[in-house]
């Protein structure tokens, strides 16, 4: 028996030889990433590598990967029992100021009697850089070429729709009126707040009740989950779009990311939830007027620390009293408490306690919190702190996990959704998974560690630039220019547009190096000139001399001195009468004490440029206190820039809809003056490649040649697999190819800005080794959907075609029922429909609108496909309807027998009639052998697919030959018709769908369309988690 030196696998058979042992260097690399730094999943216990699990190298075909050994996923920090802030999170290296003009303006300090420099908001990640550069790189490392699917992003949308449709299916579950899903973003969304707001009015003490009682749903999800088999915990962190469970604060509403979560962790979560919910209105009813008494927060010291007579809590204090006051001199209890991670794992456990003693989880994590053993008074007697500590006190799950070690009781062929997503992901990452028993739980951890692996890997691999030259990088990992031709309003008219990307640090940095971007591309508007308003204390100064001529300094505020030359030396003088002299640069300022340098070079305007900034990221706003060359307006109308987010966040609940999933179209296309708007930036973190590619289509459509369109996103959302470890963000430029040069200026002077650093060798080679995993977006793949396309074919399938049949339905007096059928046809005074496509013949009405066919959609179908094997041209208008009436008739015969045939053809008249016997679903392969022989149809075969494996599958079935053949397929509680008849396809749907009402069928002259229709109403009507079932038949 041969085992890997590396990870101790047993080598399949197909090896000879083993492969090297994995070099010094690159072990050391992987080792210090693995052991020091662990992926998205923040445990709170070891996560042990699943039983018959095998990593395969990415580099050979036949060998097993030269990954260190790792066995199991240890805690992030540094205790087992709490998830602590790590090293990714910190800053690293000299801070740096991004978002801010090299010279934030001076300001006197009365204090220090001296001028210093003002700190403008930086956008909550000043300083941040790529926790990879602290990593030292060997000189040695191995080198790989791109892989065959590089193109693609099959895996970033297949992920991100799942994570969407995860979300989907618990809104629609829980049918709760603060429980919903908005704008396509893949997370759920909670609004606690308006749950509470009558008993806590203060805006902010409500958003840190909110806080804590996301820590608290970790435990009521943990609780059920873990029963259930699945330890996967659900721990709070401030991102989302990880392979695992999250919860967050995102203002007065809970935030739920779920990942790659199958089903039955799914009905755990809906548990959960209700559970929540039911037991927060039981704590707001009770438990928030509950006298509690805390003797800390009467205590002499606690009283002198707050620095006040008398106590202000007392001994008949309610729960309520600790939540809306401030426990220290500026900030609120759960705010103290959750200052360090111990706050947050103390809910999380104590919620959990009370769970398993049969009580409120909620009341018990806030009772846990008015613990008075858990709060101190530190520091020095000159300067006192309040500190809140829990960390000796939690052992997270410990005692009960070895316990609660039972098997997951779900297993994934119960999720087909689930079953192949995580197959393509293995598949893709090259990791061999062969289980005993294939449960939900263990999969899901395969494909944690599959995510391992692959950063492992591809972190101590130098990846090639995918270029056809070798053209050194330039650092900004800026490795696409692409040409392509875009339609245009003008019927047959084209523009030839261009593609580049910026690489900078993270998705806010992207956003604010965009709207510089903007700057730069609008210098018709707004030009750089030497600017003295708001820029040097002119209270302090004297006078200023611009190229010989004297100016007061308090009249350079007055719009007659607005502007002054962008040439010559600049003279300022201050109060005691001394001049230095700069050369549109930089000048020395000599105040009462010291001497400050500072920079007046940078921008005025000709006019402020209109930007209309609405649905972004909480923290953008703030960028508008550092790009003062805008003004922001409320309206769309005239708005010169525009940003926008394709997928934002709702964090409250808008009144006046009722529904738990809805869209407030954040990005009005239909509004879009794409005339007037002469730069728009379109965040598309949470956006497929599908979204992104009707983002440019419409742009180039509705906007000149002088526009300029920048997608931005974070590579840390629901790109590389969710794996944390690569901070970045992309900033995409479309724009017309006659404006090369002029981007070419635009680019250079970003990357001048201090906001700008470039990304280093180990960040852009992980970046482009999950771009070739298909699991961060290429433009290629936004812009040809045949690369999406074509690479869904390879993805294999893990149903098995079968030639078993089912027992068919045995009917009675089946030849009188056929002949019953045969004779009805369709009343000739209904009115025709008027034909809206080439492609598209519409019947009068759809089965919905025959008393008794709701639910006849199986037999329809099937005779639907015997009249398309035979003369597709016969179906129209009223061949659609024949086939809609006939096939109710056949329906009624089958459940009903003769007798309800009959009556159900005497009662339509004129398509009105009593409401007649429907309900029983009827699959087709329950289609009696005599109705089919009647037909002319003989049974092919059955197959049951996922969405995902639809295109695969269907491929492989027209594959066979090019003979005819028709499907009758099952999507949820709807059944469709495909045939293929002398090359080309056609679709029937007796339901109507989208724009067309009344039963249909559809002429495609190619398989990937007839595929693209198929996948729309896959989304439309399959239930999360089912399969397709297809039913073949040939022609007799």
């Known amino acids: 028996m041969l085992r890997c030196t590396a990870c101790g696998a047993i080598y399949p058979k197909f090896i000879q030889t083993p492969p090297r042992r994995i070099g010094r260097s690159e072990a050391k690399l992987q080792r210090k990433l693995h052991q ?24 050979h075909k036949y060998r097993l990967a030269k990954v260190i050994r790792f066995r199991e996923l240890k805690p992030e920090g540094t205790h087992a029992h709490t998830y602590t802030r790590s090293d990714k999170s ?91 899903v908005a704008n396509d973003y893949p997370c759920l969304q909670i609004d606690v707040g308006r749950l509470i707001q009558q008993h806590i009015t203060d805006e902010t003490y409500i958003k840190r009740f909110v806080e804590y009682a996301a820590s608290i749903l970790n435990g009521y999800i943990d609780f059920i989950a873990f029963r259930a088999g699945f330890f996967m915990p659900c721990v709070i962190r401030s991102s989302f779009g990880f392979l695992t469970p999250t919860t967050a604060e995102t203002g007065p509403s809970i935030r739920l990311a779920l990942g790659i979560a199958p089903k039955g962790y799914l009905m755990c979560v809906w548990e959960a939830i209700e559970w929540f919910l039911e037991d927060l209105r039981e704590f707001l009813s009770t438990g928030l007027n509950q006298t509690v008494d805390v003797p800390f927060f009467r205590s002499k010291r606690y009283v002198q620390y707050r620095g006040t007579d008398e106590a202000p809590f007392k001994s008949t204090s309610t729960v309520l009293d600790y939540l809306t006051q401030k426990v220290d001199k500026r900030k609120g209890l759960l705010e103290d408490a959750q200052r360090t991670f111990s706050g947050a794992s103390l809910a999380t456990q104590k919620s959990y306690d009370a769970l398993a003693r049969e009580g409120n989880g909620i009341s018990g994590a806030i009772q846990a919190v008015l613990d008075g053993s858990l709060w101190s008074i530190t520091g020095t007697a000159k300067q006192p702190t309040l500190s809140f500590n829990a960390s000796g006190d939690l052992e997270r799950y410990t005692l009960d996990l070895e316990k609660l070690e039972v098997p997951c009781r779900f297993d994934s062929q119960d999720d087909s959704d689930f079953l192949e997503l995580t197959n ?59 040409e392509f031709d875009a339609p245009t309003a003008t019927p047959q008219q084209s523009r030839r547009m261009v593609h580049q990307k910026l690489i900078v640090q993270n998705g806010m940095n992207a956003i604010s190096i965009a709207m510089h971007c903007a700057r730069f591309w609008l210098r018709d508007v707004w030009e750089q000139e030497i600017h003295v308003i708001d820029k040097l204390p002119l209270d302090k100064i004297q006078s200023v001399n611009i190229d010989g001529k004297d100016y007061v300094a308090k009249d350079l505020g007055s719009k007659s001195h607005l502007f002054v030359p962008s040439s010559g030396n600049v003279e300022y003088t201050n109060q005691k009468k001394r001049k230095v002299t700069m050369d549109t640069g930089e000048v020395l300022l000599l105040t009462k004490t010291t001497a400050v340098k500072h920079t007046a070079l940078l921008e005025t305007r000709k006019d402020l440029v209109s930007i209309y900034l609405e649905q972004m990221y909480f923290e953008a706003p703030y960028l508008l206190d550092i790009h003062r060359w805008t003004k922001r307006t409320e309206t769309l109308q005239g708005a010169q820039v525009v940003l926008m987010d394709v997928n934002h966040c709702e964090n409250q609940r808008p009144s006046g809809i009722p529904l738990n999933r809805f869209n407030l179209n954040t990005v009005p296309l239909q509004r879009l003056d794409l005339k007037a708007h002469r730069v728009v930036v379109l965040d598309v973190t949470s956006a497929t ?36 470890r690569n901070a970045y963000g992309t900033i995409r430029f479309i724009f017309s190819k006659a404006r090369r040069n002029e981007m070419a200026e635009v680019q250079t002077e970003a990357k001048k800005l201090p906001a700008y650093q470039p990304q280093g060798q180990l960040s852009n080679s992980l970046r482009r080794a999950f771009k ?11 812009w040809k959907s045949r690369t999406n396309h074509d690479a869904l074919l390879k993805v294999p399938s893990p149903f098995a075609p079968t030639l078993e049949r089912p027992t068919p339905r045995d009917v009675k007096a089946l030849a009188d029922i056929l002949s019953l059928a045969a004779s009805m046809k369709t009343p000739t005074d209904v009115a025709k429909p008027q034909a809206t496509r080439p492609n598209v013949t519409e019947g009068s009405f759809s089965q919905f609108g025959i008393p008794g066919a709701g639910s006849a959609c199986s037999p329809i179908s099937i005779l639907a496909l015997a009249r398309l094997l035979r003369a597709p041209e016969a179906l129209d208008v009223d061949g659609v309807n024949d086939v809609v009436i006939q096939g109710a008739t056949l329906y009624q015969g089958i459940v009903a027998g003769i007798e309800g ?120 009507r399959l239930p999360r988690g089912e399969s397709l079932s297809l039913s073949c038949f040939t022609p007799t």
């Open 424 to 482: 393509l992901l293995l598949h893709r990452t090259r990791a061999a998974y062969d289980p005993v028993r294939d449960d939900q739980f263990s999969r899901w951890k395969a494909a944690v560690f599959a995510t391992e692996k692959t950063v492992l890997e591809s972190v101590s691999t130098v990846r090639l630039r995918m270029l056809e030259d070798d053209e050194e990088d330039d650092g900004g990992a800026s490795d696409s220019d692409e």
């Open 772 to 782: 070739a995993l298909g699991a961060t977006p290429s433009f290629q793949a936004i």
């Open 689 to 724: 490649t599908e979204r992104m590619n009707q983002l440019i289509r419409q742009f180039v459509r509705g906007a000149p040649a002088r526009s300029l369109l920048m997608l931005v996103d974070s590579g840390l959302k629901n790109q590389q697999l969710g794996s944390d």
């Open 36 to 59: 020091k730094y662990a992926c998205d999943f923040h445990v709170p216990f070891p996560l042990k590598r699943p039983k018959g699990m095998t990593f395969l190298s990415s580099r």
């Open 901 to 1020: 045939a009959t009556h159900f053809a005497n009662q339509v008249k004129g398509l009105q009639g009593e409401k007649m016997l429907e309900g029983i679903h009827l699959n087709p392969y329950e289609t009696p052998d005599g109705m089919l022989a009647d037909l002319g149809l003989a049974w092919g075969g059955q197959q049951t697919c996922g969405r995902m494996s639809l295109s695969s599958t269907l491929h492989n079935l027209f594959a066979r030959n090019d003979a005819p053949l028709g499907l009758a397929i099952v999507i949820g509680g709807y059944t469709v018709a495909v045939a293929r008849v002398n090359g080309v396809f056609y679709l029937f749907d007796s339901h109507g769908f989208g724009q067309i009402q009344g039963a249909f069928v559809e002429k495609h002259t190619n398989l990937m369309t007839l595929v693209r229709r198929l996948g729309a109403m896959v989304e439309a």
């Open 90 to 180: 910190k800053n690293h290296g000299d801070e740096f100021t991004p978002y801010k003009p090299p010279d934030p303006p001076l300001a006197w300090n009365k204090t220090r009697n001296e001028y210093e420099r003002q700190r403008p908001t930086p956008a909550n990640v000043s300083g941040f850089k790529n926790f990879l550069e602290t990593l030292d790189v060997p000189e040695d490392l191995s080198e790989q070429e791109r892989e065959s699917w590089s193109s693609d992003s099959v895996l970033y949308d297949a992920i991100l729709r799942h994570e969407t449709r995860n979300s989907r299916f618990l809104a629609e579950k829980l049918k709760h009126p603060s429980v919903y």
